[in-house]
């Protein structure tokens, strides 16, 4: 489902497209499984359990978690989640 204006009823850190995981899973060019990994310890992008099978990411939550691991150099400490 994609949100064009954003909801009055959702946060702001909710207000955006939501990806299923499939569709994340493209956006950061990992496999599906790898999502459904991260997720199950802890680590990766944020989500939303919206029910018990259905998982969604949020558009910021996609982009903070590219950012949080852009680097300049090799050199740069990475932090593990």
Do not use: N
Request: with cysteine; hydrophobic share 35%.
């Amino acid at each position: 489902m994609a949100y064009k204006k954003k909801p009055a009823h959702l946060p702001a850190s909710l207000a955006g497209r939501l990806y299923s995981p499939t569709e994340a899973s493209q956006y950061l060019g990992v496999a599906p499984q790898t999502l459904a990994h991260w997720r199950v310890h802890g680590r990766g992008p944020k989500f939303i359990h919206l029910s018990k099978r259905c998982v969604r990411y949020s558009e910021l939550a996609l982009r903070e978690f590219v950012e949080q691991r852009t680097r300049g150099a090799t050199c740069e400490a990475e932090t593990r989640d």
